[in-house]
Nanobody, 115 residues
């Protein structure tokens, strides 16, 4: 089994920055693609960033140019650097990781962007 734990969420003002981290533990041989999703109240969960085992990245148009995803394979972690935050970025942020043929989700961390 694999466990994922997100950290780094909180309250930030518009235009501010925040860095999220997700650590994987458990029965891990190697991790494939790692992703960040977010879900705002009353809305569907959306994919916002992806990083492959070869360090290729993908970003949703809504965060492109403002967010940066990265990973540290030695530490089994994935991070999300969020800059120029907007109120519409307010959501619960979840990390997802592929290990073998299974996908694992974290519990989520709240990000609130408000004055």
């Amino acid at each position: 089994q694999v466990q994922l734990v997100e950290s780094g969420g909180g309250l930030v003002q518009p235009g501010g920055s925040l860095r999220l981290s997700c650590a994987a533990s458990g029965s891990i041989f190697s991790i494939g693609v790692m992703e960040w999703y977010r879900q705002a109240p009353g809305k569907e969960r959306e994919l916002i960033a992806t990083i492959t085992s070869g360090f290729s990245t993908y970003y949703a148009d809504s965060v492109k140019g403002r967010f940066t995803i990265s990973r540290d394979n030695a530490k089994n972690t994935v991070s999300l650097q969020m800059n120029s935050l907007k109120p519409e970025d307010t959501a619960v942020y979840y990390c997802k990781a592929a290990v073998k043929f299974a996908n694992y989700w974290g519990q989520g961390t709240q990000v609130t962007v408000s004055s």
